[in-house]
């Protein structure tokens, strides 16, 4: 909805679409984390959201990186800091993954119907990646769990 009313706006306020979507975007990711009980005030929870949004928004060979990196999280989040993380190849990969689609959000007439749909697909495709990356990190804790059931936790 956003998307198609700044698209439909104009380019003055679809310009404003970007950040507006970005804030979107963040939002989703903290309300997910939120959901599979993680604490997005701590550091490494929001390192954690930011690898989520790379391999969401990248291309196929910093996928691969960062899944890596997700699939190994305890290993990958003893290292990680803000200072450690690359800022610029995030920038540039978003930005290389969104810009035909915002681009021709920009155009008159059909603007306001490309934003909708592009920013429509941009956020599915992040809330399934945010989901299957959470996913991914509860079937690697819960294997460290003992594999047997307690019998006091066992149904009658």
């Known amino acids: 909805m956003e998307g198609g009313a700044t698209g439909a706006a104009g ?24 959901l599979y009980g993680h604490d997005v005030r701590q550091l490494s929870e929001r390192l954690y959201l930011l690898h989520i949004f790379q391999l969401a928004f990248s291309s196929q060979h910093t996928r691969r990186e960062t899944y890596r990196q997700l699939a190994d999280w305890p290993a990958t989040e003893a290292t990680a800091t803000a200072e450690t993380f690359d800022w ?26 490309v934003g909708a749909v592009a920013n429509y697909r941009l956020l599915a ?14 079937f690697a804790e819960a294997h460290e769990l003992p594999s047997v059931v307690p019998p006091a936790v066992l149904p009658e």
């Not at 380019?11 to 939120?34: E, Q, R, V």
């Not at 610029?88 to 119907?113: C, H, N, S, T």
Request: aromatic residues 12%; glycine residues 6%.
């Open 11 to 34: 380019f003055l306020l679809g310009l404003a679409d970007f950040p507006l979507l970005l804030g979107i975007k963040l939002k989703l990711l903290f309300d997910i984390a939120a």
């Open 88 to 113: 610029r190849q995030f920038q540039q990969e978003y930005r290389d993954y969104i810009d035909l689609a915002k681009m021709a959000q920009l155009l008159p007439v059909v603007g306001a119907a």
């Open 125 to 138: 495709q992040l809330g399934e990646t945010a989901i299957m990356a959470y996913r991914l990190r509860w």
